[in-house]
Each structure stands twice: as structure tokens, then as C-alpha cells.
């Protein structure tokens, strides 16, 4: 009973175990020692860094935060340490101190009081190498005890990035990581390599931004290599015994404009410490360093306490102008410095002033020849009725003869106009629109499987005509790999993997069976290289298809072009008066292309495809069936789109005989001759795009 009490007793009281103060004090050399002052004492916290942006952090399990709100998130700016937060969660409270940079650090208990002691900032080479060795120094350092690796791992997250895993022996391993360039390098100190995870890992299947990982000794300490595609965003952790690289795929543009939103001050760094002195004399101090103009209004006055270490010099200045209420405007190498309102007064009377000139600037006239676009439509742009780019004076005239432009506005206006003509009176892009009509046909003895996907058979002792990646394609024609031969027995052949296509959507085929034409559209896409002309005249020349058309058109970008083939069906109506009339109806393929040539040279064509036939005849007015496929598809400069699925099928028995004798029992037969066809046939619709180079015809 009395171990039970005390046992109880003990979680009682480890249960209240709270953080009650932050304090921070300088230490000798220019470091910072922050204290956490708890209640009680508590055991040593687990601690881990992140290496950018350079944060330690501490957990305390058991451990309440205790304290008030601004004080468990609290600005400091004292020596490397920017600010504490205290977060409390899951059974435990986590420290956070944000650094300036990475620098050595050391955590320890005494009593009722955890210390974390922080170096003071150091130069970028030297703190690069040291960012994790100063939580170790008490134990790794002194003890000389010998660490390891235990495992690494390689990972795909959920967002595609790559994650580099590595199992420590200890969470003590003073690790040191590098960026260079394209490339990673960590250093695991005072550490082994078993010989087991001695290796390079090729993880380039996993379709990320890492290459390759190699692990390798280095005497006493075990050196990492990430090699990476390209520029990345890096980010490293440890919690415990598991330190974790976690690498994202950046553009050097995205990588250029993370760092100036994250950081945009980029002047030479600089220190200042002054009590009390005038902000005239900072400013001046400023001037000096930076070699700039600076011209101070006669109304900035007064002082400043400052002390600013190792800070760029454009930041210490917005500083000290927020502080005493003061703008900057920089025109050339001259910097003008006034209180905020004097500027945004001075500022208000020059743009009135501006106003006032132009409204009284003298009106010119000047002749804008147009050259590609229209004039009318330039002229609608220039001068609307919510926003005009014209002044108020200002007037635009059209000539659509010569296609130019009458302008009338001041001298500075009619600049910017001309600018404007220059930006968008270019040539519009153009597309060559290359379409094939290929008619594939089939008959009950020789089944061709022309639709992108479906099957037919080659029969026994002929050569496959249709037929996989390293088969025979037809006379003369091998595939990439090796030759079939000897081929027997029924096979399933594909037009599709005969042209190598890419499947990108198939509607079921209506109706296998019947004699009227089925409309199971299939969409496909042919790959870059394709031989399409060499591949269709084989087709021609075995007999298994024809080309109908291949016509080709220029049009610009984002303009519509069609291709129609058909017939009109000419029929009677009756007029208002009562008089007969021929009218006629539409029975056409047609095919529609809109093509949109994109930043990158890719092309989205939206494709509109109808195929219309002569229906039931009613009153004796022909009914249209109407078949229709819309859709849109981005696709390669001059990567070919098939639309199949558009079949006809034809059953035809005819019975020829002789009179009296074809009727003649037993032998009628040797007088009769009967022949019966099953014939069906796809429409496949072939369209290139390719964009037209300058100079190209």
C-alpha cells in the first residue's frame, strides 16, 4: 500500500509539471541563454533542429504550458534567437525558438530551470558546418562514444516530393547538410557505416526530383550525396532517432521569387549601436556607408536608440524610418527622406500639377498605320466607355480602306498609343491543318479490327498485316523489336498498337449486328515520329483500307476551319403563295477545327465532328440522322489526333439461276449460284496540326 501511494503520489505530481516563465539573457561572446522556469523539475527535454528556416526545437512530455498568451509567443531579436513560442499539445508542450540563422546550441537541466545556451551568429561558412553539433557537445563530444547509421530508406511523399529517410543509432549524431548547386550533402560526425548500407541508391523510377543517393565513410564520420534534377526546395528534420530530408522540385524563377518574398532586404550588412543620437546623424552615417545621395527634409528631427547587429543596411534604414514616422523616395542615386505625410502632400501637388499641364497640353494629330490587325478593332480598344487609354481631349478616327488609325491627343499620349499599336499589331500565328479520310474495310472472311482497340484475326497461313510492336506491318515493314514468322494460327491484331496509338478515350460500338451505320467514336492520339503517310499507303496496298482525301488548310490562331464532304438531297416545299419550290438538305461529314497555340509551342484543337445521313423519307421530305462528337484535345506541334468509330455495315445475299432448271429437284443446285457478302467499313479521320514557322510557306 505505501508503494502504491507513493506511486500515485509521484504521477500527481509529475502530472503538474508546468512552464511558468521565459527569461533570455546575453552571455559572454554574444550568445543568448534562454531559460524555461517550471514548477518543478522535470527530465531532460528531446530536442531537434530544422535547418531552414533555422528553428530548435524542445519537447517536454508531461509538461503544461503555463503561460499567458503573449508570452508564449514573444519577440526577442536578441542575438540569433528571433522569438520563442510555447505550444502545448498531445500530452506534452513544445518549445520553438526561431534563429536567424543556424547556429551551435546546448540544452541542459538544473533543477528547476531547462537552459538552452545559443552561439552568437557566426559567418555562413562556419555556421553551415556546424548547424546540429551544439546540442551534443555535453555527452557526443566528451564521451567519444562512437555512433552509426541503421538504415536508409528512400521514400515518394504525397505531393511527389522525394524523402530520404535515415535511422540513426542515436539521436545525438552531430549532422551537418550543404546545399551545393544541384546536390546535397550531409555529414553524420563521429559516425559508422555498416557495411550493408555501403551502396549508391538509383531512386530516378520513383519520378521525383532525386537522382541518386550514395552513402559512403569518411574516416571517422559517414558523408551523404543527394544528387537532384534541377533546383529544389529543401527541407530537413529529426525527431528522435529518425532524420528525415524532404526535397521539392523549384523552377530558378520560382526559387528567385521565394527568396526575395521571403527575404527582400539585400544590402551589405552592417552594426549600430547609438543611444540617443540624432536621426540626422544615422542617416548621415548611412550615406556614408552606402555611397548614396541622401537629401533629409528640414522636418525630420529628434533621436533614436538603436542597436542593430549584422543586418542589411536597406533594413536598418526602413527601420529607422518606421520608427520616427519618416518615407523614402529614391529617384536615380538620390534618396529623398521627409515625414510620410509631407511626402504623400508633395507627391499629391505634383500629380495635380501633371494633371493640369495635360489638360492644357496642346492637341497633335498623327497617322497609326495598322498592319495585321485591324484597325476598327484597335480603335474600339483605345477609347471605351468605362476605360479609355485616350485623355479626356483625346479622339480616334478609322480609316478602313488603308487601314489606319487618325489619332488625336497630347504629345505624351500619343507616345503612349504608339507603344501600344507597336505591342499588338502583330502577326497572328498559323496552323497547317493536315486531315486524312481513310476508308478500312473488313468482310466476314478476313476480319480487320479497325476501330483504335478492337480485334480482328489474320488467317491461318497468311502474314499478320495489323499487328503488335515487332511484327511484320506489311511488305517491307518490320517493327522496332524483331520479325514474327511461321504465324499459323488465328491471332488478335490491333490497328492501334500497329500505329503505336495512345489511348485516350473509347465509346462502346452500337451494334455489331445491324445493317445502318454505328457511331462508336473512339478518340486517339498517335506519338511524335509516326510515319503516318508510310502507314496508311501500306494499308491502301493490301487492300485493307483507302485513302478518300487528305486535305490541307492554313488558318490563324484561334480561328475556325472546317473540311465538308457529303451531299445535298434536293426536295419539294410549298412557298407562301402556294408555288413548289426545291429545297435542299444537308447530308455532310464535317469536321471542325479551332486551333490554340500555346506559350510552349503545344496545341489545344477543339474538334467537332458531324456525320449526317439520309433518313426516313416523310411527306416527301428526306429526315437527317445526325451524329455529332465535340471535344477538346492538347496535343504536340505536329502530333496526329484519329477519330474512328464512325462504321457502315453492308449485308448483301443475291440468288442467280437458271429458269425451269435452277428449280429442278436434287439437281436445281448445279443451276443456281447464290452469293452472300458481309462487308463493313470505318470512316478514320487523321488530323495533324503543325505550327507554321516564319518563313515557312
Not at 550568445?31 to 524555461?36: A, D, E, P, Q, Y
Not at 523539475?41 to 526545437?57: G, R
Not at 519577440?75 to 525558438?97: D, L, S
Not at 527601420?319 to 538620390?334: M, S, W
Request: with cysteine; charged share 20%; aromatic share 6%.
Amino acid at each position: 500500500m505505501l508503494f502504491l501511494s507513493c506511486l500515485f503520489m509521484a504521477q500527481a505530481l509529475h502530472a503538474g509539471a508546468r512552464i511558468e516563465n521565459v527569461k533570455l539573457t546575453s552571455t559572454d561572446g554574444g550568445g543568448v541563454s534562454v531559460k524555461l522556469l517550471m514548477n518543478e523539475p522535470v527530465d531532460a527535454p528531446k530536442s531537434f533542429v530544422i535547418e531552414s528556416p533555422a528553428k530548435i526545437c524542445l519537447d517536454f512530455p508531461h509538461v503544461k504550458n503555463g503561460l499567458s498568451r503573449a508570452l508564449s509567443r514573444s519577440e526577442y531579436n536578441v542575438g540569433a534567437v528571433k522569438r520563442v513560442n510555447v505550444i502545448e499539445g498531445g500530452g506534452k508542450t513544445r518549445v520553438v525558438i526561431d534563429l536567424t540563422e543556424s547556429v551551435p546550441f546546448n540544452v541542459k537541466t538544473v533543477g528547476k530551470e531547462a537552459i538552452v545556451t545559443v552561439s552568437p551568429s557566426v559567418p555562413s561558412k562556419q555556421a553551415n558546418t556546424d548547424p546540429f553539433k551544439g546540442q551534443l557537445s555535453s555527452n557526443a563530444h566528451h564521451s567519444g562514444k562512437s555512433f552509426a547509421l541503421t538504415a536508409i530508406d528512400f521514400r515518394r511523399g504525397n505531393e511527389g516530393e522525394g524523402r530520404v529517410v535515415v535511422d540513426l543509432s542515436s539521436s545525438q549524431i552531430p549532422i551537418d547538410m550543404k546545399e551545393e548547386g544541384d546536390k546535397i550533402r550531409i555529414r553524420f560526425s563521429n559516425t559508422q557505416l555498416p557495411s550493408r548500407l555501403q551502396h549508391k541508391l538509383d531512386v530516378t523510377d520513383f519520378g521525383t526530383s532525386v537522382v541518386w543517393v550514395n552513402t559512403i565513410s569518411q574516416g571517422k564520420d559517414v558523408e551523404m550525396l543527394i544528387q537532384n534534377n534541377g533546383f529544389t526546395e529543401n527541407i530537413a528534420y529529426q525527431a528522435d532517432r529518425r532524420f528525415t530530408i524532404d526535397v521539392r522540385p523549384i523552377t530558378q524563377e520560382a526559387k528567385e521569387q521565394l527568396q526575395k518574398k521571403t527575404f527582400k532586404y539585400t544590402g551589405e550588412r552592417l552594426s549600430l549601436n547609438f543611444q540617443d543620437i540624432e536621426v540626422r546623424a544615422v542617416l548621415q552615417l548611412i550615406a556614408d556607408f552606402t555611397g548614396l545621395n541622401i537629401v533629409t527634409s528640414d522636418s525630420v528631427t529628434g533621436n533614436v536608440t538603436l542597436r542593430l547587429k549584422n543586418v542589411p543596411w536597406d533594413q536598418a534604414l526602413d527601420i529607422i524610418l518606421k520608427t520616427k514616422g519618416l518615407a523614402k523616395r529614391q529617384i536615380g542615386n538620390v534618396m529623398l527622406i521627409g515625414p510620410t505625410e509631407e511626402m504623400a502632400a508633395r507627391e499629391k501637388l505634383e500629380l495635380q500639377s501633371t494633371q493640369q499641364v495635360t489638360d492644357l497640353a496642346p492637341l497633335r494629330a498623327e497617322y497609326i498605320q495598322v498592319n495585321y490587325a485591324k484597325a476598327s478593332d484597335l480603335a474600339a480598344l483605345l477609347k471605351t466607355d468605362k476605360n479609355s487609354l485616350m485623355s479626356a481631349r483625346g479622339t480616334v478616327s478609322v480609316d478602313e480602306r488603308t487601314n489606319t488609325l487618325l489619332v488625336q491627343d497630347t504629345a505624351m499620349k500619343l507616345e503612349e498609343i504608339r507603344a501600344l499599336v507597336t505591342r499588338l499589331d502583330v502577326p497572328i500565328r498559323q496552323v497547317l491543318i493536315e486531315s486524312r479520310l481513310v476508308f478500312a474495310t473488313d468482310d466476314f472472311q478476313d476480319i480487320l479490327g479497325v476501330s483504335m482497340g478492337g480485334a480482328g484475326k489474320a488467317r491461318p497461313g497468311k502474314e499478320p498485316i495489323l499487328g503488335f510492336a515487332g511484327q511484320v506491318l506489311g511488305p517491307g515493314l518490320t517493327g522496332s523489336s524483331t520479325v514474327a514468322t511461321n504465324v499459323t494460327t488465328p491471332a488478335n491484331v490491333l490497328v492501334g498498337d500497329r500505329l503505336g496509338l495512345n489511348m485516350l478515350q473509347t465509346l462502346p460500338l452500337a451494334g455489331s449486328n445491324t445493317t445502318q451505320a454505328s457511331f462508336g467514336l473512339t478518340l486517339a492520339r498517335l506519338p511524335g515520329g509516326t510515319i503516318l503517310d508510310l502507314e496508311l499507303q501500306a494499308l491502301e496496298s493490301e487492300g485493307l483500307g483507302k485513302i478518300v482525301a487528305s486535305p490541307r488548310l492554313v488558318t490563324s490562331n484561334q480561328q475556325m476551319a472546317y473540311i465538308e464532304s457529303g451531299e445535298e438531297i434536293p426536295y419539294q416545299e410549298s412557298t407562301s403563295s402556294g408555288a413548289a419550290s426545291i429545297a435542299f438538305k444537308k447530308a455532310v461529314l464535317r469536321l471542325e477545327v479551332t486551333p490554340q497555340i500555346t506559350p510552349d509551342d503545344h496545341i489545344i484543337m477543339d474538334l467537332k465532328v458531324n456525320q449526317d445521313s439520309r433518313g426516313v423519307v416523310t411527306n416527301n421530305v428526306p429526315a437527317i440522322n445526325t451524329r455529332e462528337l465535340h471535344t477538346k484535345v492538347l496535343v504536340n506541334n505536329g502530333e496526329t489526333v484519329v477519330l474512328g468509330g464512325i462504321y457502315q455495315q453492308n449485308k448483301q445475299s443475291q440468288k442467280d439461276s437458271i429458269p425451269f432448271f435452277g428449280k429442278l429437284p436434287l439437281i436445281g443446285w448445279m443451276f443456281r449460284n447464290e452469293n452472300n457478302s458481309d462487308q463493313r467499313s470505318e470512316l478514320m479521320i487523321f488530323v495533324t496540326p503543325k505550327i507554321i514557322q516564319d518563313g515557312m510557306v
